[in-house]
């Protein structure tokens, strides 16, 4: 069974369910990745990418929630935030090394690397 | 050690002594000695090391030479004189076995005590003779030139000594070499490194044909065996006849007891020649031939010789057999002894030192086609068509070298024309059947050839020392026209030549009368050649008149005929303050004089005539030719025992007497005061210069050799070089022009296939990257973009793919 199918299967207001949370973290997820792919600034992209964490951090609970006896997911919740900010560190690091050296955070202007 | 009488076996053992081996070995040690040891010590012990080593190894070898004589072959019975050394086994070939052996018989002997007597004495002569003629840019040339002096003797000895025809060819080969390297001594001199070359070619001509000669000899026995063998029903190849032939009180009588006869292909002379010799008695009573089944004449089937009747039997195309394997074996001869049409090597290898040329031509290389024919006269007897041509040959050659020295004012020119034509009476004798005779008349005209030469050289050395420039042209000092009245300033050299002229004209008494009489009577006796003998007899006489014309010449020439430049005096001066001192002077003298001697004893001595003694039969035979009669005797079967009329032969002696006389008076008158008849014999000159140039020339034979070997060999050498530059040069160019044409295709090809195909893998691989490179846009976003769209493909993917 598919969770569409479970979602489906659910009764009209019914408790929120799986489905719910997963719909929830596809349009973040879908959100977090137009904005990563379309924003020119870097601190927008980084952003971005932390919506596409929080909706895959968000999948992790759902489903540990909605099966029994785990707490897995929970646990993988926890590293992706823990994941997160250590990207945002080090992420923000090179932004501003970047913006040291290019006087900007566009990252088309950053393209000294380019083939 | 002692005598073995030849008893027909394979290879007996050799003895812990081997005397015959010494007497190669002995010149051949002198040879390595005085080449290494004379080089070695020359500075030390200065540059007479090598002539003493040499005339020292030489005096040895005539020792061993008449110890063995003395006591191995004199004292033996007449009959039983072949002693055989066999040495050691070459090679087997089928049913022939060659062995390397030695054989001392009265032929052989004589040969040795010639070849080392004259050659012990040239030696000597010419350890004082090169003293400072050796030096060739500062480099003493004597260790070279003796080792080679000593190396002829070896080789010349290893021919007369060998028991069969290859030991004899090894010799032959040999002594070729020695006469090129001796010859050919002043090699810096062009005249003289051409005559070498010259000499060599010629006998190389020589050689081929005498190794055909052998090899049809050796064809020629096989199948003799199986014919003889089962006809004459007798054991295997060996057939037995009673033992050999012995003298009793009537003549020559088969004496008792058998002995054994291998018959066959053999390389062996005496094994070859008692099987062509051998006789097979009839059974008592039967008179029919045991090969043949014609039924004979009894009288005659006595002395019936199946192999030789086999061996006579052949033919080759129309002609016989054993008449092309002799002219085989005598163009081999001839090529060695200077005879037609091989002669015009022998006048230029005068080209050499003068003791070289006394060595070349008395005792040792010329006298080897002579020696030759001897040797094998039991087989040329088989071929009367061959006889004639030796003959004729050598009767040619007589009268051609003959009419040539007369009109040579070379010195050593006229001797050699004059050895030409001695030679040719040689082979006179040999035609004749005589061999004993040819052999006597070797060992004659080697003494006063010798003697010749060695006078010659005196003359020669005392002119040198005073003509300006004779380093240079050695052909000034040997001109007779620059000599005269030379008789005061060297009186040995004057009466040594005298009496060796008197020997080589047939004064009466000398030495040379006796041999040559000898050939003519055997000549006049002669019944079996192809040609009138009247004809060869007249031919002979002239040139016996020639002999002594051209040869009293020589002498008035050189020691009266007043000089037409003061030589006379200049030799004189010469003669006083020459190179020589006193000892070496005296020591050539000697041995000029001791050869004079020679020249006139050694003819009474070994062949006081039959008809001047009382002796009747064979005890009248001349000494040498009764020593030989065993090596000649019985060649033929015996048809007619009866000897020459001696009303022949003391008309020989007469008539040759006459006519040496006769030639000695016209050659004084002409020549003793040359300058008194020189008016007469320049308008003689002149009349006849037709001819005088013919004779100059040698009848031309060097424009025949020209004409008939030179010119052709040109000829074919241009075709050769047109075939080469038309069909092969060209047909190379084309094949080259072909593979430059292929190669342009191939390089086009290369270029527009090969290289476009890889230019465009290139091509190829270059465009892809650089489409590719504009991925690598650096915009981070459209990276992004570029991961979500894979993300998506694989998920659709995984959904149609999975399950």
Same mark, same amino acid.
């Given at each position: 069974?598919?969770?569409?199918?479970?979602?489906?299967?659910?009764?009209?207001?019914?408790?929120?369910?799986?489905?719910?949370?997963?719909?929830?973290?596809?349009?973040?997820?879908?959100?977090?990745?137009?904005?990563?792919?379309?924003?020119?600034?870097?601190?927008?992209?980084?952003?971005?990418?932390?919506?596409?964490?929080?909706?895959?951090?968000?999948?992790?609970?759902?489903?540990?929630?909605?099966?029994?006896?785990?707490?897995?997911?929970?646990?993988?919740?926890?590293?992706?935030?823990?994941?997160?900010?250590?990207?945002?560190?080090?992420?923000?690091?090179?932004?501003?090394?970047?913006?040291?050296?290019?006087?900007?955070?566009?990252?088309?202007?950053?393209?000294?690397?380019?083939? | 050690?002692?005598?073995?009488?030849?008893?027909?076996?394979?290879?007996?053992?050799?003895?812990?002594?081997?005397?015959?081996?010494?007497?190669?070995?002995?010149?051949?040690?002198?040879?390595?000695?005085?080449?290494?040891?004379?080089?070695?010590?020359?500075?030390?012990?200065?540059?007479?090391?090598?002539?003493?080593?040499?005339?020292?190894?030489?005096?040895?070898?005539?020792?061993?030479?008449?110890?063995?004589?003395?006591?191995?072959?004199?004292?033996?019975?007449?009959?039983?004189?072949?002693?055989?050394?066999?040495?050691?086994?070459?090679?087997?070939?089928?049913?022939?076995?060659?062995?390397?052996?030695?054989?001392?018989?009265?032929?052989?002997?004589?040969?040795?005590?010639? =070849?080392?007597?004259?050659?012990?004495?040239?030696?000597?002569?010419?350890?004082?003779?090169?003293?400072?003629?050796?030096?060739?840019?500062?480099?003493?040339?004597?260790?070279?030139?003796?080792?080679?002096?000593?190396?002829?003797?070896?080789?010349?000895?290893?021919?007369?000594?060998?028991?069969?025809?290859?030991?004899?060819?090894?010799?032959?080969?040999?002594?070729?070499?020695?006469?090129?390297?001796?010859?050919?001594?002043? &090699?810096?001199?062009?005249?003289?490194?051409?005559?070498?070359?010259?000499?060599?070619?010629?006998?190389?001509?020589?050689?081929?044909?005498?190794?055909?000669?052998?090899?049809?000899?050796?064809?020629?026995?096989?199948?003799?065996?199986?014919?003889?063998?089962?006809?004459?029903?007798?054991?295997?190849?060996?057939?037995?006849?009673?033992?050999?032939?012995?003298?009793?009180?009537?003549?020559?009588?088969?004496?008792?007891?058998?002995?054994?006869?291998?018959?066959?292909?053999?390389?062996?002379?005496?094994?070859?020649?008692?099987?062509?010799?051998?006789?097979?008695?009839?059974?008592?009573?039967?008179?029919?031939?045991?090969?043949?089944?014609?039924?004979?004449?009894?009288?005659?089937?006595?002395?019936?010789?199946?192999?030789?009747?086999?061996?006579?039997?052949?033919?080759?195309?129309?002609?016989?057999?054993?008449?092309?394997?002799?002219?085989?074996?005598?163009?081999?001869?001839?090529?060695?002894?200077?005879?037609?049409?091989?002669?015009?090597?022998?006048?230029?290898?005068?080209?050499?030192?003068?003791?070289?040329?006394?060595?070349?031509?008395?005792?040792?290389?010329?006298?080897?086609?002579?020696?030759?024919?001897?040797?094998?006269?039991?087989?040329?007897?088989?071929?009367?068509?061959?006889?004639?041509?030796?003959?004729?040959?050598?009767?040619?050659?007589?009268?051609?070298?003959?009419? *040539?020295?007369?009109?040579?004012?070379?010195?050593?020119?006229?001797?050699?024309?004059?050895?030409?034509?001695?030679?040719? &009476?040689?082979?006179?004798?040999?035609?004749?059947?005589? *061999?004993?005779?040819?052999?006597?008349?070797?060992?004659?005209?080697?003494?006063?050839?010798?003697?010749?030469?060695?006078?010659?050289?005196?003359?020669?050395?005392?002119?040198?020392?005073?003509?300006?420039?004779?380093?240079?042209?050695?052909?000034?000092?040997?001109?007779?026209?620059?000599?005269?009245?030379?008789?005061?300033?060297?009186?040995?050299?004057?009466?040594?030549?005298?009496?060796?002229?008197?020997?080589?004209?047939?004064?009466?008494?000398?030495?040379?009368?006796?041999?040559?009489?000898?050939?003519?009577? *055997?000549?006049?006796?002669?019944?079996?050649?192809?040609?009138?003998?009247?004809?060869?007899?007249?031919?002979?006489?002239?040139?016996?008149?020639?002999?002594?014309?051209?040869?009293?010449?020589?002498?008035?020439?050189?020691?009266?005929?007043?000089?037409?430049?003061?030589?006379?005096?200049?030799?004189?001066?010469?003669?006083?303050?020459?190179?020589?001192?006193?000892?070496?002077?005296?020591?050539?003298?000697?041995?000029?004089?001791?050869?004079?001697?020679?020249?006139?004893?050694?003819?009474?001595?070994?062949?006081?005539?039959?008809?001047?003694?009382?002796?009747?039969?064979?005890?009248?035979?001349?000494?040498?030719?009764?020593?030989?009669?065993?090596?000649?005797?019985?060649?033929?079967?015996?048809?007619?025992?009866?000897?020459?009329?001696?009303?022949?032969?003391?008309?020989?002696?007469?008539?040759?007497?006459?006519?040496?006389?006769?030639?000695?008076?016209?050659?004084?008158?002409? &020549?003793?005061?040359?300058?008194?008849?020189?008016?007469?014999?320049?308008?003689?000159?002149?009349?006849?210069?037709?001819?005088?140039?013919?004779?100059?020339?040698?009848?031309?034979?060097?424009?025949?050799?020209?004409?008939?070997?030179?010119?052709?060999?040109?000829?074919?050498?241009?075709?050769?070089?047109?075939?080469?530059?038309?069909?092969?040069?060209?047909?190379?160019?084309? =094949?080259?022009?072909?593979?430059?044409?292929?190669?342009?295709?191939?390089?086009?090809?290369?270029?527009?296939?090969?290289?476009?195909? =890889?230019?465009?893998?290139?091509?190829?691989?270059?465009?892809?990257?650089?489409?590719?490179?504009?991925?690598?846009?650096?915009?981070?976003?459209?990276?992004?973009?570029?991961?979500?769209?894979?993300?998506?493909?694989?998920? =659709?993917?995984?959904?149609?793919?999975?399950?």
């Amino acid at each position: 069974m598919t969770p569409l199918g479970t979602l489906a299967a659910a009764p009209a207001l019914a408790t929120i369910g799986l489905g719910h949370f997963l719909v929830l973290s596809a349009v973040m997820f879908t959100l977090g990745l137009i904005t990563a792919a379309t924003r020119r600034s870097a601190v927008a992209i980084l952003m971005g990418v932390e919506l596409i964490l929080n909706a895959a951090a968000l999948n992790f609970v759902a489903f540990s929630h909605f099966s029994q006896g785990t707490i897995t997911g929970q646990v993988f919740a926890v590293f992706v935030v823990v994941l997160a900010a250590a990207e945002a560190t080090v992420a923000l690091a090179i932004v501003l090394a970047v913006f040291r050296g290019f006087r900007t955070v566009d990252v088309t202007d950053v393209s000294t690397l380019k083939g | 050690m002692g005598a073995i009488p030849y008893s027909g076996g394979w290879l007996t053992p050799p003895g812990i002594d081997a005397p015959l081996a010494w007497l190669l070995l002995l010149p051949l040690l002198g040879a390595l000695a005085t080449a290494v040891l004379g080089s070695l010590f020359a500075r030390r012990l200065g540059g007479r090391v090598a002539p003493a080593l040499a005339v020292v190894a030489m005096l040895a070898t005539l020792v061993a030479a008449l110890v063995i004589f003395f006591t191995d072959v004199l004292p033996v019975g007449q009959r039983e004189r072949i002693f055989r050394q066999p040495l050691f086994p070459l090679f087997v070939v089928g049913g022939i076995r060659v062995a390397f052996g030695l054989v001392m018989d009265p032929l052989s002997a004589v040969m040795v005590l010639l =070849v080392t007597g004259l050659g012990s004495l040239i030696h000597l002569y010419a350890a004082f003779y090169m003293e400072g003629q050796g030096e060739e840019q500062g480099k003493d040339g004597r260790p070279r030139f003796f080792a080679f002096l000593n190396l002829f003797v070896f080789s010349m000895l290893l021919l007369v000594l060998a028991d069969g025809f290859v030991p004899l060819f090894f010799g032959w080969e040999a002594v070729g070499a020695c006469s090129y390297f001796l010859i050919g001594f002043w &090699y810096r001199r062009a005249a003289a490194a051409d005559a070498a070359t010259k000499a060599f070619i010629v006998n190389r001509v020589g050689d081929a044909a005498l190794l055909l000669g052998i090899s049809m000899v050796l064809w020629g026995m096989g199948g003799v065996e199986m014919v003889t063998g089962a006809a004459a029903g007798q054991l295997g190849n060996v057939l037995t006849r009673n033992g050999p032939m012995v003298e009793t009180g009537e003549g020559l009588q088969p004496s008792p007891g058998r002995q054994k006869i291998p018959v066959g292909p053999t390389l062996d002379f005496h094994e070859l020649r008692d099987q062509l010799r051998l006789e097979m008695l009839p059974r008592a009573g039967a008179t029919t031939n045991p090969v043949t089944g014609a039924t004979a004449d009894a009288a005659r089937d006595v002395h019936f010789r199946p192999v030789a009747y086999l061996l006579n039997r052949k033919t080759l195309g129309h002609l016989p057999f054993l008449f092309v394997a002799c002219v085989m074996l005598l163009l081999g001869a001839a090529g060695k002894s200077a005879q037609l049409p091989l002669f015009a090597w022998l006048p230029d290898a005068m080209a050499g030192p003068t003791p070289v040329s006394a060595l070349i031509h008395a005792a040792t290389l010329v006298t080897a086609g002579v020696y030759l024919l001897a040797r094998l006269s039991f087989l040329f007897a088989l071929s009367p068509g061959a006889l004639t041509l030796v003959a004729v040959i050598g009767t040619l050659t007589a009268l051609v070298g003959a009419t *040539a020295a007369l009109v040579q004012n070379d010195l050593k020119r006229v001797l050699a024309y004059s050895t030409v034509s001695q030679l040719g &009476y040689m082979f006179v004798a040999l035609g004749a059947g005589a *061999a004993g005779a040819g052999v006597f008349h070797v060992v004659t005209h080697g003494f006063f050839k010798a003697c010749l030469f060695l006078a010659a050289g005196l003359v020669v050395h005392a002119v040198a020392a005073t003509t300006a420039g004779a380093d240079q042209r050695p052909d000034l000092a040997q001109d007779m026209r620059r000599m005269g009245g030379l008789a005061r300033t060297l009186p040995a050299a004057r009466w040594g030549y005298f009496a060796a002229c008197s020997a080589l004209a047939g004064l009466p008494f000398a030495s040379g009368f006796f041999s040559k009489d000898l050939i003519l009577t *055997a000549l006049a006796a002669c019944d079996r050649l192809a040609i009138s003998t009247p004809l060869l007899l007249a031919a002979l006489g002239v040139t016996s008149f020639l002999t002594s014309l051209y040869a009293f010449r020589s002498y008035y020439l050189i020691f009266f005929a007043r000089p037409q430049r003061d030589a006379a005096h200049e030799a004189h001066h010469a003669g006083q303050h020459g190179g020589h001192e006193g000892l070496g002077q005296r020591v050539m003298t000697a041995v000029v004089l001791l050869l004079a001697v020679g020249a006139v004893v050694v003819g009474p001595a070994l062949g006081w005539p039959g008809n001047w003694t009382a002796n009747q039969g064979e005890s009248s035979l001349p000494r040498l030719l009764r020593f030989l009669a065993p090596m000649f005797e019985g060649d033929w079967p015996r048809r007619d025992v009866s000897g020459t009329p001696a009303i022949v032969e003391w008309g020989m002696q007469l008539g040759g007497a006459v006519v040496a006389l006769l030639g000695w008076a016209v050659a004084r008158a002409l &020549y003793r005061d040359a300058e008194a008849t020189a008016p007469a014999r320049r308008r003689l000159a002149e009349r006849y210069a037709v001819v005088q140039r013919l004779f100059a020339t040698g009848w031309q034979a060097d424009r025949a050799y020209h004409l008939l070997a030179v010119a052709p060999a040109r000829a074919l050498a241009g075709a050769a070089t047109w075939l080469d530059r038309a069909v092969v040069d060209r047909a190379v160019n084309a =094949v080259a022009a072909m593979g430059m044409r292929l190669g342009w295709v191939a390089g086009v090809f290369d270029r527009h296939v090969v290289d476009g195909v =890889v230019d465009g893998v290139s091509e190829a691989a270059l465009a892809a990257g650089r489409r590719g490179a504009r991925l690598q846009n650096g915009r981070i976003n459209s990276y992004v973009l570029g991961i979500a769209a894979g993300i998506a493909a694989l998920v =659709v993917l995984a959904y149609f793919l999975g399950s």
